[in-house]
Nanobody
Framework: QVQLVESGGGLVQAGGSLRLSCAASGRTLSSYAMGWFRQAPGKEREFVAAIPRGGGGTYYADSVKGRFTISRDNAKNTVYLQMNNLKPEDTAVYYC??????????????WGQGTQVTVSS
């Protein structure tokens, strides 16, 4: 079992930046591939970014490529999502998730409770 807790969300103006953190407890994060997903009101949960257990070969949704960066610090048991040049359409609840195998679909075993990101125009 692994417990995930996201933090770092908030309200930001368009063009601004935020860094989300996902802290893991219960099991070492190095055992898991990690993903970030988001869900806007009235929409399905969608893939944002993912990183394998080893940290190489990151994956991004086309909508965030070049603006968002996923990274992990296994020593701190934490995964990050650096979000730059934010747009109003990035507004959503952001979730981190853990799985044995990296995926761009929501086939993850463990999920955090989510953190709200709101981008004003």
């Amino acid at each position: 079992q692994v417990q995930l807790v996201e933090s770092g969300g908030g309200l930001v103006q368009a063009g601004g930046s935020l860094r989300l953190s996902c802290a893991a407890s219960g099991r070492t994060l190095s055992s898991y591939a990690m993903g970030w997903f988001r869900q806007a009101p009235g929409k399905e949960r969608e893939f944002v970014a993912a990183i394998p257990r080893g940290g190489g070969g990151t994956y991004y949704a086309d909508s965030v490529k070049g603006r968002f960066t996923i990274s992990r610090d296994n020593a701190k048991n934490t995964v990050y999502l650096q979000m730059n040049n934010l747009k109003p359409e990035d507004t959503a609840v952001y979730y981190c998730a853990a799985a044995r195998v990296v995926s761009t679909t929501p086939k993850y075993d463990y999920w955090g409770q989510g953190t709200q990101v709101t981008v004003s125009s």
